[in-house]
């Protein structure tokens, strides 16, 4: 891991708390000349939302169905020239939606950093684990 992975999880987890996140990918980061930017996406813990069904049930009844927010983080890091150093981060609230939605957001992902390899993915408590230690140790 890079101190500058690192650096992306800590900010995650700042933003989001770990016990939060019930799963994370982490998508290799891209070099773009003199910028150096990556890309993970976040679902959080589940939410139960309550729905009226929609499949001929009888009226008034509801459904519960299970979402996850779903947040998208990247950053920038400026590598070289006069704003070597700057640092560019933000996380977004995508969208809410089950585990396996999540799959196809990430499968869109790929396909835009096609070149860039297969993302990491972590559980909440692998992200805690990691931003509780130096970048250098983390594995």
């Not at 947040?71 to 590598?79: C, I, K, N, Q, S």
């Not at 869109?108 to 559980?123: D, I, N, Q, T």
Request: net charge negative; glycine share 8%; aromatic share 8%.
């Amino acid at each position: 891991m890079t101190e500058n992975t690192h650096r992306f999880l800590r900010a995650i987890a700042d933003s989001l708390a770990p016990a939060r996140a019930a799963m994370l990918y982490l998508f290799p980061p891209l070099r773009r000349g003199s910028v150096e930017c990556g890309v993970a996406v976040v679902a959080g813990e589940v939410q139960v939302h309550v729905a009226a069904a929609s499949d001929g049930g009888a009226q008034g009844e509801t459904v519960a169905m299970q979402r996850h927010p779903v947040y998208v983080a990247r950053y920038a890091l400026v590598l070289k020239g006069p704003e070597r150093g700057k640092w560019d981060y933000e996380i977004v609230h995508e969208a809410d939606a089950p585990l396996e939605a999540l799959e196809a957001v990430v499968q869109g992902v790929l396909a835009r950093y096609a070149e860039s390899g297969e993302p990491e993915r972590l559980s909440g408590d692998d992200l805690a684990a990691i931003v509780n230690r130096p970048w250098w140790s983390a594995a």
